[in-house]
């Protein structure tokens, strides 16, 4: 190793541990034990472009060890990214560029949101896909214009984490020859040594899941980093796991190779004795010599010229096909929502009961092909879930054009592909699965939600109405957890023309993911239901004059709130119907518009959802009512399970009369 690339490691070492001991809070171990790797990566071997971070055809970088954030904020401030001295001395301060965690949306450089361990390797394997669809769609004979890398490191925490093995299984089987990850092997956690809970031959594993696989005995060894990188590189038809071998806390004498250098400052005495044993010069915190930055700039200059040349190819492209650069503006171009929500193509017709699931799958097919670039799939479910795009194709490792995704009984890794995909850019994706298994969705839907990222759920099988497969199979609290999340809409459709409604907020929604909950059984197309569904709550079906009462339903409960409000204003009684399909969509309207819909003198509220009751209390207050599910459901006939959890015109009518 010459001197100005040991110094330009060092560095990033130094900046690591100043900012986490000024911080007096971080995770020093993996930026100390990874400077190498992740120096000869960025400087020897992937193209990105500090002047311009959207480069389209960049090569991504993800390190899905979140916790060593320090290491990825000292790359982006060396190689000229715009984070400052400043930025670094500010590390996990609140309101900083540098936060404890990387985020994506408010670091420049970030990819991906990560800490959770694993989340990066399953929404790496979502970029790998995407690379390889948009390659399949516009890559013509000597315009390679999608013609990049995924990068992606973590250590033994992400490799122990389930999902790992769930992406990466995936992975192997779509032969994603794009793909490279980096095994931060240090053989620590929290607790110690891996041994005590991880003492597989994660090797094979990766062997047996179709990777290619290589090892680096040496983690400061650039060069054989460099030949592994460069053998990684010359695989196109296996993704590759290279391992490289390093120590935690590497250069600090009293840490390394210790679980204490994971999670905790190394003390300003260790960081004294780091700087000697790396052969560090300079005491001043934060300082590096002016020699290193003129190194990264010089790199940096070199990648502008990458993209200089990528972007002279693609103007050439562009001139021989045209109608190709007409279609990448459209798959780059957010979609138009004023005009796909006055398309009246797209609202579907309320002429026979159907599943919401069946109208759902039908918006699918619309919007497809006014959607070029839609792109989406099921964990194994697609049949059930109503999710197949007719005539577009299977994504596989034979037919990467294909626009349907099989992700397997895989819930978890298909969110975070599905949050790649979408990060990567040019495409707009959706998963599915059963509503009930959204709990292994969770996790990566609430990256979604805060990275901003508008990633469609479709969660079929809505409530009890699931029936004889029982109550492993019948989500009860489901909805109420992702109305709980932030940045999150959880639209409840009633009929054809609420789906519809749906759909097109999925659609068009910018920084918001969106859920929608579908049922099985058939629903009944209810007369008032209108367009107003997109704005989350509105009165479906009115009285004359202030109500005496209001009811407040979801999807198929709209129906019976709709039958009990005839029955009760038969018996004089002046009531009004609301539907809510969207709580989150409601909650952003105006106060007037709130107040229009649920009027504050009317304090006689009863909702009714076949789901918890929890979350509801703010609309029916303290002298409302629930016809709600108290308990987990049974297994039986729809129908009767309606009947037998109370979900009758009779129940409904009565428990309204309880609050005159």
């Not at 679980?259 to 300003?268: C, I, Q, W």
Request: glycine fraction near 10%; hydrophobic fraction near 40%.
């Amino acid at each position: 190793m010459n001197t100005i690339d040991n110094l330009a490691i060092n560095s990033i070492r130094i900046l690591s541990a100043d900012a986490i001991q000024k911080a007096n809070s971080g995770h020093p171990g993996l930026p100390l034990g990874s400077a190498p790797m992740a120096y000869e990566l960025w400087a020897h071997h992937m193209n990105h472009n500090p002047a311009n971070p959207e480069w389209a055809n960049r090569d991504r970088f993800i390190l899905s060890g979140g916790h060593g954030s320090m290491l990825l904020y000292s790359l982006l401030h060396l190689f000229g990214y715009g984070l400052t001295k400043e930025d670094l001395m500010n590390f996990r301060q609140v309101g900083s560029l540098t936060p404890g965690h990387p985020e994506y949306g408010h670091t420049v450089g970030v990819e991906a949101t990560t800490g959770p361990l694993g989340a990066g390797m399953g929404m790496a394997v979502g970029m790998a896909m995407a690379e390889k669809h948009l390659a399949s769609v516009f890559n013509k004979e000597s315009y390679p214009v999608v013609d990049h890398f995924t990068y992606v490191l973590g250590g033994d925490g992400c490799m122990m984490e389930g999902i790992s093995s769930e992406a990466f299984s995936l992975a192997g089987t779509l032969g994603l020859g794009k793909l490279i990850v980096f095994y931060d092997s240090n053989r620590i956690s929290i607790e110690g040594s891996t041994d005590i809970a991880f003492r597989e031959n994660v090797e094979e594993r990766m062997k047996a899941f179709g990777f290619q696989t290589i090892t680096v005995e040496d983690g400061t060894d650039i060069d054989a980093i460099g030949a592994a990188i460069e053998v990684a590189k010359a695989d196109t038809e296996h993704p590759s796991f290279i391992t490289i071998k390093t120590e935690i806390g590497f250069g600090c004498p009293a840490k390394q190779g210790k679980a204490s250098a994971h999670g905790e400052p190394l003390g300003v005495d260790n960081i004294k004795a780091m700087r000697e044993t790396l052969g560090w010069q300079y005491e001043e915190p934060f300082f590096v010599p002016e020699e290193v930055y003129e190194h990264y700039s010089r790199l940096a200059e070199e990648k502008a010229d990458v993209e200089a040349a990528w972007n002279a190819m693609f103007a050439a492209y562009c001139d021989e096909y045209p109608e190709m650069e007409k279609l990448w503006e459209q798959y780059h171009t957010a979609p138009d929502a004023k005009a796909l929500i006055e398309n009246e193509a797209l609202w579907l017709t309320k002429d026979k009961a159907e599943a919401t699931r069946s109208l759902s799958g039908k918006m699918i097919n619309i919007l497809k092909d006014i959607m070029p670039n839609m792109i989406g799939g099921s964990a194994d479910l697609a049949p059930s879930n109503k999710t197949a795009m007719k005539d577009a194709g299977d994504f596989s490792a034979e037919n990467p054009a294909g626009r349907n995704l099989h992700f397997g009984v895989r819930e978890l890794a298909m969110t975070a592909i599905g949050n790649g995909i979408m990060l990567h850019g040019g495409l707009r994706a959706y998963v599915a699965t059963f509503f009930v298994f959204s709990d292994y969705v969770k996790p990566m839907a609430r990256l979604s939600a805060l990275m901003g990222v508008p990633l469609t759920f479709v969660l079929t099988h809505d409530s009890i109405g699931v029936g004889e497969d029982g109550p492993t199979h019948e989500p009860i609290e489901q909805l109420a957890m992702f109305r709980a999340m932030p940045n999150f809409h959880v639209f409840h459709p009633c009929d054809a023309t609420e789906t519809s409604a749906a759909w097109l907020s999925a659609a068009t929604s910018k920084k918001t993911p969106t859920a929608l909950v579908l049922s099985r059984q058939n629903l009944n197309p209810i007369p008032g239901s209108s367009k107003d569904a997109l704005k989350g709550g509105y009165v479906i079906d009115d009285c004359e004059g202030t109500p005496d009462a209001i009811l407040i339903a979801s999807g198929s409960e709209v129906d019976l709130a709709v039958k009990a409000k005839a029955e009760l204003t038969a018996e004089g009684k002046k009531i009004r119907v609301v539907s809510m399909p969207c709580m989150d969509i409601f909650e952003e309207q105006s106060a007037e518009y709130k107040e229009s819909v649920l009027p504050k003198e009317v304090r006689k509220r009863v909702v009714v959802e076949a789901l918890s009751d929890f979350g509801w209390g703010k609309y029916v207050g303290l002298d409302g009512a629930y016809v709600t599910m108290k308990s987990f459901g049974a297994s039986g006939p729809a129908a009767k399970l309606f009947e037998k959890f109370g979900f009758t015109v009779e129940n409904v009518v009565n428990t309204v009369k309880t609050l005159f």
